[in-house]
T-cell receptor, first 116, second 118 residues
Framework: ETGVTQTPRHLVMGMTNKKSLKCEQHLGHNAMYWYKQSAKKPLELMFVYSLEERVENNSVPSRFSPECPNSSHLFLHLHTLQPEDSALYLC???????????????FGPGTRLTVT | AQKVTQAQTEISVVEKEDVTLDCVYETRDTTYYLFWYKQPPSGELVFLIRRNSFDEQNEISGRYSWNFQKSTSSFNFTITASQVVDSAVYFCALSGTYSGAGSYQLTFGKGTKLSVIP
């Protein structure tokens, strides 16, 4: 595997389910990110991790819970989601977080989430 | 606050035509970085270029070229002799200290969907 991989690619879940999204980067990077991309909004940054430590949480509802067990893996745990949470969830990594997000980010293909 | 405007929502061109994607930004920073990303139908965003605010030299990479003008706060992207494989959504993004909630956030534009017709 190369670059950034995400599983599953597609997920349909009910509002009472619990599921997890997985991201893995094979680039030796120190920083990882979760983004939400919905049809009517620009890309929204959800969480940032640097060396497994969360450095940013953009007022994301608690029904989204990130986990970064090491610098190569990032999870997004989902529970009691709402239909408006349906979106493409993108994972990204960068060499470091840098100052002012100066490092280019490398993205995975995303998980298309549908909440029914 | 920072802002990135990509006024062109969708553009269609015939193959081999040149096309320019516009990006206008607003920032209070004197030091900042600008990026372009491509999102093909497969979903992942692909990094194309990063430019810092002190380097106004235009850049060319194959069929791609970028025109950075601080005087007009623009960072436009031109594809020469477009090809069907260029069909994608293109995002312009801005970094800086006033990005938003934290210092690590890129401000993305809403994207321009480019369709190249054979």
């Amino acid at each position: 595997e190369t670059g950034v991989t995400q599983t599953p690619r597609h997920l349909v879940m009910g509002m009472t389910n619990k599921k997890s999204l997985k991201c893995e980067q094979h680039l030796g990077h120190n920083a990882m990110y979760w983004y939400k991309q919905s049809a009517k909004k620009p890309l929204e940054l959800m969480f940032v991790y640097s060396l497994e430590e969360r450095v940013e949480n953009n007022s994301v509802p608690s029904r989204f819970s990130p986990e970064c067990p090491n610098s190569s893996h990032l999870f997004l745990h989902l529970h009691t989601l709402q239909p408006e949470d349906s979106a493409l969830y993108l994972c990204a990594s960068s060499q470091d977080i840098g100052r002012w997000a100066t490092y280019e980010q490398y993205f995975g293909p995303g998980t298309r989430l549908t909440v029914t | 606050a920072q802002k990135v405007t990509q006024a062109q929502t969708e553009i269609s061109v015939v193959e081999k035509e040149d096309v320019t994607l516009d990006c206008v930004y607003e920032t209070r920073d004197t030091t900042y970085y600008l990026f372009w990303y491509k999102q093909p139908p497969s979903g992942e965003l692909v990094f194309l270029i990063r430019r810092n605010s002190f380097d106004e030299q235009n850049e060319i990479s194959g069929r791609y070229s970028w025109n950075f003008q601080k005087s007009t706060s623009s960072f436009n992207f031109t594809i020469t002799a477009s090809q069907v494989v260029d069909s994608a959504v293109y995002f312009c993004a801005l970094s800086g200290t006033y990005s938003g909630a934290g210092s690590y956030q890129l401000t993305f534009g809403k994207g321009t969907k480019l369709s190249v017709i054979p």
